[in-house]
């Protein structure tokens, strides 16, 4: 609420009206965040005693030894707290839903819970539907539980705004400071999410897919999930060669896995195909052109008997393609593996806790030794699960 007289307003309005009447312009979106001083909140409130000005401090002229420290304790000193904790974390919670260049959302779905470690109970079908004759009666069907169990995990970090910030009424550099922290916790979740679709802790032990409670590697290379495209694939012998990423032929290949080889779980009858069409390509940073290329080519082209033609690109507007560094960043053969699937189908993000904030009062040890004036505590809680194997292929691309 720059330029108007905000202590006018909190004495005319009272604290509470003024919070309220705040918050109300905050979600219509005639303020923003950015529209408030928290030097001229701090002094509303009348938690900070009158400098003579900023001016006479860098003249060396004497100024109040504590900036900070209320003249009028009660209702003032309640409201800035709780003011300027609306204001921060309405700036985390922006830095944390600025979505720019994340794809985690488009892999997971986002599932609501309160329980940590629960079962998501699924059914293994035994037989189809079977003809029922005229006058018959309907056979019985029966079925086996299976389930998988999540695993969440808290993550978070602290925000300290200084004595000086305030004081010199660095009111954008607040802002930005809580923005990051927003931004960053979007980030952890973004790569605990990448590395969860990877399968990329598997190795030390921490599994994404936990059939009946007990961790096992997602992707096994013996091809027994049905869903390993490359070396070692002893289930499905005419696809245990790696194919890397280099043109749309290369996709057809896993395509052509996934309806052949990819059956349903049934051990009453025979399995059948799953009807499970794919979505996207996932991709480390190194084969994005490749494969965006790939994909969004207008043709192709294509060499037969009577010579080189060009055709109609056979994925145009069927695959998008994701992206992320935080593939790269696992070296070795996955910066060439790749994945094609429908990934929201296959991996859920069970939800806690969303981003919450909390603001801590100056009455902490850190207000004395490092003249810390406000804390500001983000955090979230969730993790993410592999309910099934079919709607996900991992390609080994060398």
């Known amino acids: 609420m720059r330029g108007q007289n905000l202590r006018e307003l909190v004495e005319s309005l009272g604290a509470e009206a003024f919070y309220g009447k705040a918050c ?34 860098l003249q060396r002229r004497p100024v109040s ?113 809580a923005m990051a922290l927003g931004h960053y916790l979007r980030q952890e979740r973004e790569r605990t999410i990448v590395r969860g679709v990877t399968d990329a802790d598997a190795g030390q032990g921490k599994y994404v897919y936990r059939p009946s409670g007990s961790g096992a590697e997602l992707y096994a290379t013996d091809g027994s999930r049905r869903n390993w495209v490359g070396v070692g694939n002893t289930t499905s012998p005419d696809f245990d060669a790696a194919v890397p990423l280099v043109d749309w032929t290369d996709i057809e290949e896993v ?32 084969l994005r052109g490749t494969a965006r290329g790939i994909v969004h080519a207008t043709e192709v082209r294509q060499v037969t008997a009577e010579g080189e033609m060009s055709v109609a690109n056979p994925f145009g507007g069927m695959l998008d393609v994701l992206s992320s560094p935080f593939i790269d960043e696992q070296g070795g053969t996955a910066a060439s593996d790749w994945y094609v699937g429908d990934f929201a189908r296959q991996f859920v993000w069970t ?27 983000a955090r979230y809680f969730g993790g993410i699960s592999a309910v099934d194997t079919a709607y996900v292929t991992k390609v080994d691309g060398e």
């Open 255 to 286: 395509l052509h896995y996934r309806a052949t080889q990819v059956r349903d779980d049934r051990i009453d009858g025979t399995s059948r195909p799953v009807i499970a069409p794919a979505k996207y390509v996932l991709v480390p940073e190194a």
């Open 65 to 177: 030894a504590a900036l900070l420290r209320e003249s009028n304790p009660g209702v003032g000193t309640t409201l800035f707290q709780v003011m300027s904790g609306e204001l921060i974390g309405r700036k985390v919670l922006e830095g944390y839903e600025n979505d720019d260049g994340f794809i985690g959302d488009k892999l997971v779905t986002v599932v609501k819970s309160s329980l940590r470690n629960q079962k998501l109970v699924g059914f293994r079908a035994l037989a189809g539907p079977t003809e029922v004759p005229e006058g018959h009666p309907y056979e019985e069907s029966t079925f086996e539980e299976k389930y998988v169990t999540t695993a969440e995990a808290k993550q978070g970090r602290i925000l300290s705004i200084n004595e000086e910030l305030i004081a010199f009424d660095q009111s954008g550099e607040i802002n930005r400071r």
């Open 351 to 377: 939800e806690i806790w969303p981003v919450q904030t909390f603001l801590q009062r100056s009455e902490s040890e850190a207000a004395f030794e490092r003249d810390v004036v406000l804390r500001v505590k």
């Open 24 to 57: 109300s312009l905050l979600n219509e979106g005639e303020l923003t965040v950015d529209d408030f001083s928290y030097y001229e909140l701090a002094d509303a409130c009348q938690v900070l005693p009158r400098l003579r000005s900023v001016q006479e401090s």
